[in-house]
């Protein structure tokens, strides 16, 4: 009489679900990580970048306001940040450090400077900044007359 050895493992076709389902979660997490990598348009971020130079801006206007200073706002459109000064461009008059931008500075004066009362100074007309991400645009206004800023 002869016998039939059957092996250890049945032979079997196909995967099961938990390996699909384990195969499908790895392959998500990699795409969710790669496209949060891919620095794709976020108009949050460009938000955020208004909101911090509207903030700046805003803070050098109440200083200049409140004192006999004046204030200046000096953009580096190249780089892509700003520096505060009180009085004078001068390094030793820095009153923080130069912030870099995380988006583009697509349009600005070389610099705004607020004196008394807080409105700026030696302009004449409406000083537009342009903050760009990807096809997002952002605009801060300043009115020279009164110094006010639209955002």
Not at 78 to 103: D, E, F, G, M, Q
Not at 104 to 133: C, D, E, M, V, Y
Request: positive net charge.
């Amino acid at each position: 009489m002869l016998f039939k050895i059957a092996p250890p493992f049945p032979k079997r076709e196909g995967f099961t679900l938990t390996e699909l389902i384990i195969v499908v979660v790895i392959v998500t997490l990699i795409a969710g990580y790669l496209i949060s990598g891919l620095n794709f348009i976020s108009p949050k971020e460009l938000n955020k970048e208004k909101e911090k130079l509207v903030g700046d801006l805003l803070w050098i206007r109440e200083l200049a306001n409140c004192g006999i200073n004046n204030y200046i706002i000096n953009f580096d459109t190249v780089n892509n940040r700003y520096s505060l000064y009180k009085n004078s461009t001068n390094p030793n008059n820095l009153i923080a450090p130069p912030y870099s931008l995380k988006v583009n500075l697509a349009s600005a004066p070389s610099q705004i400077t607020f004196g008394i009362h807080g409105k700026p100074q030696g302009i004449n007309t409406t000083q537009i900044i342009q903050l760009r991400k990807g096809n997002h645009t952002e605009t801060i206004t300043i009115y020279p007359n009164t110094g006010a800023i639209e955002w």
